[in-house]
């Protein structure tokens, strides 16, 4: 009896670890009593099963559906700067250099687009906060209004230098941090790789980041080669993820309604 | 008389007008052998042209089955192909080649132009220009698809994120007309 009581206080804890998954700087919840948790015990079990149902899929949201390589051949994304821009880091993601310019591998870009787009859809999926960012001015208002249809974050303009690493006290106790980053460009205006990349590494956010032939790929997480100076090929990332995005919350609010019909109602008392 | 009906329907379905009088005398001499000899043998277009879409319809059913997706005989799935086949690849060096261009942008004399690679162009207004406007199209001389040097002291080259073109003037008549009805 008071095993089935401890176990059934970690399985409640376990959940409101999950629960509070989007919340990396607020304050940790403990549930110790057992017994709030029994007449829970069944909505937890709705709960858990919508958060975890994606998870057995690996394409659950289907993104590989939304672009095709003729896809990113037509908006230019295979094309790279010239050979003396290029970084060495990015050589493994180069299909070849032709006449001193830089062509992309586009079945890598397939690939790793596919993997980010699928990323971004489980974060949006689970109710996280996902913030744009680019420094490319030309991009700024296509960027912000990107992020506006989806619902999310967009930060085009000038990064503070605390603006992850010293945000409780920059903006307030207990701010919420996103919980991924979206890296348009990788380079800010002088052609160093944004701050950005560093402090979500350094906070422990996941970034998902076009890298151009001259970026530096390395702390991204899910990085993606592909050009990031055509406003074609722009235009088509912000399409992509604003489309991922919103499948990802419509398919929440889904399965929100299929278990919250099908979830056996609680004696409420 | 199976065969006559499906003779008769095969030519019917080629678009070959058959006049209904000729069909009953058909009809009539087809107890005859001379009859059956004469009339039911399809035309020359249209038993080529059943021949051809027997073929492609074949050719079709194969290439669904051997790929796992409909493919009609123009489309490229394959990045190489793609690129080989790509008008980027296939100029060659961007140097005094003449290619199309639209504009994108303009800033009182200053005209954003792009020809289709990495970067746009920025030309100035020529000066007979004046009918040159956002959405115009020009034809450029190409000189360098990306403007770059390296400099001392430098790991990287330096890019200018721009193309650099010579403006030859707004794409004349009927080659103007042409690409805006497809457009």
Redesign the interface.
């Known amino acids: 009896m008071a095993a089935r009581a401890l176990t059934k206080g970690l399985w409640g804890l376990r959940h409101s670890r999950l629960v509070t998954v989007g919340h990396p700087c607020g304050g940790h919840q403990y549930a110790t009593a057992a017994s709030i948790r029994s007449p829970q015990l069944q909505i937890d079990d709705a709960t858990e099963k919508v958060i975890n149902q994606p998870l057995e899929k690996p394409d659950f949201f289907r993104v590989s559906e939304l672009f095709s390589?003729?896809d990113l051949?037509d908006a230019?994304v295979?094309?790279?700067?010239?050979k003396?821009?290029?970084?060495r880091l990015m050589e493994p993601y180069l299909?070849g250099c032709?006449?001193d310019?830089d062509?992309i591998?586009?079945?890598q870009t397939v690939e790793h687009l596919q993997q980010a787009l699928n990323f971004t859809a489980h974060v949006a999926y689970r109710g996280g906060v996902i913030l744009f960012v680019s420094r490319q001015r030309q991009f700024g208002h296509l960027v912000e209004s990107t992020a506006k249809n989806c619902g999310e974050y967009a930060h085009t303009r000038y990064w503070q230098g605390g603006l992850l690493t010293n945000a409780p006290i920059q903006y307030g106790p207990g701010v919420r941090l996103p919980d991924l980053i979206i890296f348009l460009s990788t380079l800010n205006n002088v052609?160093q790789p944004h701050v950005g990349i560093r402090d979500a590494a350094k906070m422990n956010i996941p970034t998902v980041g076009v890298v151009d032939s001259?970026c530096n790929p390395s702390l991204v997480t899910y990085p993606v080669p592909g050009?990031d100076?055509?406003?074609v090929a722009v235009e088509m990332y912000c399409r992509l993820f604003k489309m991922t995005i919103n499948r990802a919350k419509d398919k929440r609010r889904q399965m929100e309604l299929l278990h919250g019909l099908s979830a056996p109602s609680t004696p409420s008392s | 008389m199976a065969a006559l009906w499906k003779v008769v329907s095969s030519v019917r379905t080629c678009g070959v007008r058959l006049p209904a009088d000729r069909f009953s005398r058909t009809s009539s001499s087809f107890s005859s052998d001379s009859g059956s000899d004469q009339r039911p043998r399809t035309g020359g277009f249209a038993a080529a042209f059943d021949l051809q879409s027997e073929l492609r319809r074949r050719r079709e059913v194969e290439n669904s089955v051997a790929d796992g997706s409909v493919s009609s005989p123009g489309q490229e799935h394959s990045f190489a192909s793609l690129l080989r086949r790509s008008p980027l690849i296939q100029m060659g060096p961007a140097k005094d080649r003449v290619v199309i261009g639209r504009i994108f942008h303009v800033v009182q004399d200053d005209l954003y132009v792009d020809f289709g690679g990495k970067f746009h162009c920025v030309c100035r207004r020529p000066a007979d220009g004046e009918k040159l406007q956002r959405g115009s199209r020009v034809r450029l001389r190409l000189q360098d698809l990306e403007l770059t040097a390296r400099f001392l002291g430098a790991n990287t080259d330096t890019t200018l994120l721009e193309a650099q073109a010579v403006l030859l003037g707004p794409l004349e008549g009927r080659e103007a007309r042409e690409n805006q009805n497809q457009d």
């Open positions: 390589v003729k051949f230019r295979h094309l790279g700067h010239k003396g821009c290029r970084h299909y032709r006449l310019q062509i591998d586009l079945d052609f001259n050009n100076d055509t406003p």
